[in-house]
């Protein structure tokens, strides 16, 4: 079982930036892949980042690459999605979590969610 916990939500103005993390409490944390989604406000929840076990793989959507950086801490249970010049569109609730693959983008893929984090972006 593995129970991702986020963090490092909060509000920032256009083009400011944010660290979020997700602890999981879990000694088998490096046999997972972690995934970053979001949902905003009438919206379906979105892919958007990925990273393998190893953290050698990594997968963005289109509307964050270049801007946001997944990595992870085996060592620490730890994952975290930095992200910078932040737009207005990317305040949404970010939810973390764990299956058995990175390489897709499909919601269903993952087995254990977080409870999500806040991220509001104004300008």
């Known amino acids: 079982q593995v129970q991702p916990v986020e963090s490092g939500g909060g509000s920032v103005q256009v083009g400011g930036s944010l660290r979020l993390s997700c602890a999981a409490s879990?000694?088998?944390?490096?046999?997972?892949?972690m995934g970053w989604f979001r949902q905003a406000p009438g919206k379906e929840r979105e892919f958007v980042a990925a990273?393998?076990?190893?953290?050698?793989?990594?997968y963005y959507a289109d509307s964050v690459k270049g801007r946001f950086t997944i990595s992870r801490n085996n060592a620490l249970n730890t994952v975290y999605l930095q992200m910078n010049s932040l737009k207005s569109e990317d305040t949404a609730v970010y939810y973390c979590?764990?299956?058995?693959?990175?390489?897709?983008?499909?919601?269903?893929?993952?087995?254990?969610w977080g409870q999500g984090t806040q991220v509001t972006v104004s300008s």
């Open positions: 979590a764990a299956g058995p693959r990175a390489d897709t983008v499909a919601l269903e893929e993952y087995d254990y």
């Open positions: 990273t393998s076990w190893s953290g050698g793989s990594t």
């Open positions: 879990t000694r088998y944390f490096s046999n997972y892949a």
